[in-house]
């Protein structure tokens, strides 16, 4: 089983900018799709982004163009860049790591855009 835990939410101003990390141990990292979710305040979670052990990437549709996934298997970490930030990304971000059916998650980190 992999643990996960997310850092570098935070507060930022409409059109500002943050770097999301989920560092991950525990199990062999590049095993695992590694994916962002995020929930809003009344809302389901919803998938952000993922991206498989080789690189391929799939965005949700509200973040294409804005928001980039990377991950370094060497470093056991997955990021999310997250540039032009709207109000209604305001949220918990939530790192997922999944395989074979099976997933685990992080703890989530606040995300608040605000002017």
């Known amino acids: 089983q992999v643990q996960l835990v997310e850092s570098g939410g935070g507060l930022v101003q409409p059109g500002g900018s943050l770097r999301l990390s989920c560092a991950a141990s525990?199990?062999?990292?590049?095993?695992?799709?590694m994916g962002w979710y995020r929930q809003a305040p009344g809302k389901q979670r919803e998938l952000v982004a993922e991206i498989t052990s080789g690189g391929s990437t799939r965005y949700a549709e509200f973040v294409k163009g804005r928001f980039t996934i990377s991950r370094d298997n060497a470093k056991n970490t997955v990021w999310l860049q997250m540039n032009s930030l709207k109000l209604e990304d305001t949220a918990v971000y939530y790192c997922r790591a999944k395989r074979l059916g099976r997933s685990s998650w992080g703890q989530g980190t606040q995300v608040t855009v605000s002017s």
């Open positions: 525990g199990s062999i990292f590049s095993r695992y799709i």
